[in-house]
């Protein structure tokens, strides 16, 4: 009965630990998701100039204050519009998230 119990347990253990990875996943994701559409907003309105500032280092502002980094970015004044990918890092074992976003076109 009693290494039942201790199964059971180290089941549930097992189980809480792996909802645990998995809800932070799902948070990295929504956060570089965000970070790089703010981030891509915010560059594309340095573009247009309704923002002033470099638009790469405005997206690497914005993306920043909102949990990510800036891999990459391209604007482009012929087009009105910039690219912004950004990576977010999970806690523990997991890769960090990546995430693109357009804006402007």
Do not use: W, Y
């Not at 809800?23 to 790089?36: D, G, I, K, P």
Request: charged share 20%.
């Amino acid at each position: 009965m009693t290494s039942i119990v201790v199964g059971l347990c180290s089941l549930l253990i097992v189980l809480v630990t792996a909802i645990g990875g998995l809800t932070q996943a799902f948070v990295a994701h929504s956060t570089a998701q965000n970070a790089a559409d703010l981030g891509a907003l915010a560059a594309a309105d340095a573009v247009r100039g309704l923002a002033t500032g470099d638009p790469c280092e405005v997206a690497k502002d914005v993306a920043g204050r909102n949990g990510a980094t800036v891999r990459d970015c391209r604007a482009s004044t012929s087009e009105q519009s910039a690219f912004v990918e950004v990576e977010v890092d999970i806690p523990g074992p997991l890769p960090k998230v990546r995430e693109k976003a357009v804006a402007g076109r």
